[in-house]
């Protein structure tokens, strides 16, 4: 029965049909990445916790204060993925009553709270370096190297899953503060080899202080893309005035107003606008709005909108048509003559 109704359907019934499917999976199922993202991250927390484990024995044996620095490192980083986590869990969760729009916004509120942990982290870095310099620390570069060896490995491999999974903006903070480790640790080599060469104890904190510099432009990105999110700032790559005018550009579109771009959730958009058209019939101007919605779903990628239908030639003060009160008044006299 399902099927013979889907065949006397239009191309454009089934247009409508197949947006509203994806609108609803949208908003009241899981995210589609959900499950790669919480397979990366789990995975990611329990190879940082054995390297936090790992760093911790190997510092407190060699008396190395920078494997215990980055035992401690790392231990921040252990939280920020248990953070990303949580929010992928929370996000996942079907809009109520209450929310409407559903816990988008889970996952950018943990993006941000990362980046400014980034930031936190790169100024403690350029202090630990500074200190460094003035007083330099005796280290054991060859268990530095070997140690090092195992977390770059080990970063590099939770940076590539999560760089697969980054299609959402808290995945992509989390990938960033790996890929930080990542270099950081490598750095840790390096420094280890040219001290075991040279002697010279400068190097780390030299090679720290380039990192944190990475570090800290990466994490103004984030910062940057999480604070729009929630402030409803237009979507990047979109443009409220270019959209009214391509708008303008469909048929029956006489003009565009009160143009409202934002995004629920990092890669989720949302629009609502004014729409004049003619004095036309209902059925009329459900083409027009079709049109609209499929130019702004393929070319914008904006799903949820609420867009309000205006008659340009109506300037009386209840439009067009009768208004419902006064007419009902009408047939009421009528009646009870």
Known sequence: ??????????????????????YTQMMTHTHPHAPVSTRALRYSLVATFAYVLVT???????????????AGHNVTDLLALLLS???????????????TFGYHRAGVLAAFVNALTLVAISFYIFYEALMRIRNPVVVHPKTMIWVAVVGVVMNGAISLALYRASHDVNIRSAF????????????????????????QTWVDPALSIG???????????IIRETLNILLE??????????????????????????VHVWSIGSDTHALACHIRIDDITMSESQVILRQVNEF?????????????????DCGVAHGCVIPIAPARRQEQLKGSR
């Open 1 to 22: 029965m399902q099927q013979w109704a889907l065949e006397v359907l239009t191309p454009s019934d089934r247009l409508d049909l197949d947006r509203i499917r994806r």
């Open 56 to 70: 911790l024995i190997a510092g407190i044996r060699a008396h190395s204060l920078a494997l215990l620095s980055e």
């Open 85 to 99: 986590w949580v929010a992928v869990f929370i996000q996942t969760r079907p809009p109520s009553a209450t929310k």
């Open 176 to 199: 960033i503060h790996q890929m930080g480790d990542t270099l950081s640790t490598a750095a840790v080599i390096v420094g280890g080899w040219a001290i075991l060469w040279t002697g």
């Open 211 to 221: 990192i944190a510099c990475l570090i800290l432009w990466s994490s103004y990105g």
């Open 233 to 258: 700032g237009v979507p990047h790559g979109l443009s409220a005035d270019h959209i009214a005018d391509d708008l303008r550009r469909i048929d029956g579109v006489r003009d565009v107003h009160d």
């Open 296 to 312: 702004l779903a393929s070319s914008c990628k904006i799903e949820h909108t609420t867009i309000q239908l205006e008659n340009e």
